[in-house]
């Protein structure tokens, strides 16, 4: 947050890690999963005239963020799979912001194909919000 919008300097390699960490899980704490949830949330915020162009990738690793929190069955406590369900929803809904409603348009068809309540519950935060 101290750099603000000369974060998009970093862009490219801030986005590679960001990715990088999504992808797998840390243990049953989640520690740097939830971290890297808030770093990229704080990205989008102050780097978010950058973010349309970024929206394929970053939407599809937090739509797999969120089926693989639902769908693993280790050793994660329930509040912590709330929590990293939570953020990336958040996320998603900064997104929607800043790519001036294209998100919830490309969720429409996810959101009433999704069976799962806990990734459509996520789904349905992002498509109510304003």
Same mark, same amino acid.
């Given at each position: 947050?101290?750099?603000?919008?000369?974060?998009?300097?970093?862009?490219?390699?801030?986005?590679?890690?960001?990715?990088?960490?999504?992808?797998?899980?840390?243990?049953?704490?989640?520690?740097?999963?939830?971290?890297?949830?808030?770093?990229?949330?704080?990205?989008?915020?102050?780097?978010?005239?950058?973010? *349309?162009? &970024?929206?394929?990738? #970053?939407?599809? =690793?937090?739509?797999? /963020?969120?089926?693989?929190? +639902?769908?693993?069955? !280790?050793?994660?406590?329930? *509040?912590? &799979?709330?929590?990293? #369900?939570?953020? =990336?929803?958040?996320? /998603?809904?900064?997104?929607? +912001?800043?790519?001036? !409603?294209?998100?919830?348009?490309?969720?429409?068809?996810?959101?009433?194909?999704?069976?799962?309540?806990?990734?459509?519950?996520?789904?349905?935060?992002?498509?109510?919000?304003?």
């Amino acid at each position: 947050s101290r750099l603000g919008i000369l974060i998009v300097r970093h862009l490219k390699r801030l986005e590679r890690v960001i990715l990088g960490y999504l992808e797998v899980s840390d243990g049953p704490e989640e520690e740097a999963r939830l971290g890297i949830l808030e770093t990229l949330q704080c990205t989008i915020e102050h780097a978010w005239p950058r973010m *349309p162009c &970024r929206l394929p990738v #970053l939407l599809k =690793a937090l739509l797999r /963020l969120l089926w693989d929190v +639902h769908t693993e069955r !280790g050793p994660t406590p329930e *509040p912590v &799979r709330a929590a990293l #369900l939570h953020r =990336a929803t958040q996320c /998603l809904i900064l997104l929607d +912001h800043c790519c001036h !409603g294209q998100v919830k348009v490309l969720l429409a068809g996810v959101h009433s194909s999704c069976e799962e309540n806990q990734v459509r519950e996520c789904l349905r935060k992002v498509q109510e919000s304003t």
